[in-house]
């Protein structure tokens, strides 16, 4: 019986895993963005469709200059070559402590996800752009589960690996 009691207690006790589920446009994706990645502290990974977002470049740049190391993964046909948006993602990429790769070959690589420290989980419909972020029906996820993070940890090295 004690420990039956002792187990409730734990249970109850132990902080919610609950995933927090966020909705654009009523909500503004790209500031959360911005947040998550302003609270990095070692390491973010992250796999990217569309990255046109100029703020949320901005924030992995300034992570990577806190001493963060940011690990950015693209597929290749959403780099672009001109624009304003090429110009941040080329400086992003010449950033001390940023390394990209970019997807060459197969499927396309269709994820809008990343993995904070290792404790946090960010996925969802939404695109880094602008559009994506603020303007349409997209979703963003936040999830602290351990499992669903260490997943997304396997399945991002597995690509970095290709």
């Known amino acids: ?12 006790a132990a ?11 009523r909500e503004n994706l790209e500031a ?22 100029t703020r ?15 690990r950015l993964y693209r597929d290749r046909s959403q780099v672009r070559r001109h624009g304003k948006a090429a ?5 992003l990429a010449r950033t001390p402590g940023v390394d990209v ?3 060459r070959t197969g499927p396309i690589m269709h994820l809008k996800a990343y993995a904070v420290d290792g404790i946090v989980l960010r996925s ?24 669903d993070v260490e997943a997304f ?3 991002f090295n597995a690509m970095w690996e290709r």
Request: with cysteine.
């Open 124 to 147: 969802g419909s939404a695109n880094f752009t602008g559009a994506g972020l603020r303007r349409q029906d997209n979703d963003l996820i936040v999830d602290r589960d351990p499992a």
């Open 32 to 53: 959360i963005d911005v947040a998550l990645i302003g609270a990095a502290r070692s390491k973010i990974d992250i796999a990217v469709y569309g990255f046109t977002s």
């Open 101 to 103: 790769r970019i997807k």
């Open 56 to 70: 949320v470049m901005d924030a992995l740049a300034e992570a990577a200059a806190r001493g963060v190391q940011v």
């Open 1 to 12: 019986m004690k420990a039956l009691l002792l187990a409730t207690l734990c249970l109850f």
């Open 87 to 91: 110009e941040a993602a080329e400086a």
């Open 153 to 155: 940890e396997i399945d």
């Open 15 to 25: 902080p919610s895993l609950a995933a927090e589920i966020h909705f654009a446009p």
